[in-house]
């Protein structure tokens, strides 16, 4: 629909609103709206966001359950969300799935149906503090791997798993937010959501390192921990020009990124058993860093 521009005392210019907007969402005279620019369009809301139909996620339409699909609808902005289930097993994948999201609860549970609403409200303030938190917990995930890996100290390898859960809550909050509340810079949007995926799977990579090995008890050789060490400051300098712009980080990433991934890979054709999972997920890392520098540099544009 089209609306003309008003022009009122001088300088001053207006543009109606639809009336069936206006009465939709209860608008009052004197309320206050919130209006963001998004290049060349404005978008005009209430603080309350319109809330999405219940969904429900039954096997005539998805199939078996499966955890993602209840991930999908957490990140989507559901708040009501009926899951069917067919067996004990089903029940506590679902169980499992909603601890992990924050703000679900499952309110009723009948033969064969789980309900989950949430029962709070997501907020954007909260955004920036949670997402440098994924980033300081990813930073720690990776010393303490490597510290973990060169004393061959593998029965305390769980406590780094444990950090992927924490952070697979994070990230998953993260992107809930961004797709109910936006980014403060709309044309930035798939960006930063872009960002907390990759945030995500470098915590699987730990966590999968942490599982491998775990299992072998097999010590890495020194030269492929030193190598994983330059990915995980790699990481470090990520985190600084994310939050700083420094320039020397961001080259540093770009610059040793392809030589180190040649490196990475030569090792790789020739390595054994550890040094094998240990150059394929650092190889892994290092190219989900580059990633997220390339589009850490488009946020700073």
């Not at 072998?216 to 790699?234: A, R």
């Not at 490196?263 to 890392?285: F, G, P, T, W, Y």
């Amino acid at each position: 629909m089209k609306r003309k521009v008003i022009q009122i005392a001088g300088s001053t210019c207006l543009v109606s609103l639809p009336k069936e907007w206006i009465k939709k969402h209860n608008v009052k005279k004197g309320e206050e709206l919130e209006v963001q620019e998004q290049g060349n369009k404005i978008l005009v809301s209430t603080e309350q966001t319109q809330a999405l139909p219940k969904l429900v996620i039954e096997p005539s339409k998805f199939g078996k359950f499966h955890r993602n699909y209840l991930s999908a609808a957490y990140h989507m902005g559901f708040e009501d969300v009926d899951v069917y289930f067919s067996n004990s097993e089903e029940l506590k994948a679902i169980q499992d799935r909603v601890n992990s999201c924050i703000g679900y609860e499952i309110v009723n549970q009948s033969n064969n149906i789980c309900s989950v609403k949430s029962v709070s409200e997501v907020s954007t303030d909260e955004f920036g503090q949670i997402l440098r938190k994924v980033f300081l917990l990813l930073v720690n995930m990776g010393e303490n791997t490597l510290e973990l890996l060169e004393k061959g100290d593998f029965s305390r390898l769980p406590e780094v798993i444990v950090l992927e859960n924490t952070n697979n809550k994070l990230t998953d909050f993260c992107k809930r937010v961004l797709n109910k509340r936006g980014y403060h810079d709309f044309s930035k949007l798939t960006t930063i959501y872009t960002i907390c995926m990759y945030l995500e799977r470098v915590a699987d990579e730990y966590r999968d390192i942490c599982n491998a090995l775990m299992g072998k008890k097999e010590k890495v050789s020194p030269s492929v921990l030193k190598d994983f060490k330059e990915v995980t400051d790699l990481f470090s300098d990520l985190y600084s020009y994310f939050y700083t712009s420094d320039r020397a980080k961001l080259e540093k990433i770009f610059f040793t990124a392809a030589p180190l991934k040649m490196k990475l890979l030569e090792k790789l054709s020739k390595a054994q058993s550890a040094d094998r999972i240990m150059l394929h997920a650092s190889s892994n890392i290092l190219n989900e860093i580059y990633e997220m520098a390339t589009a850490t540099v488009e946020l700073h544009i």
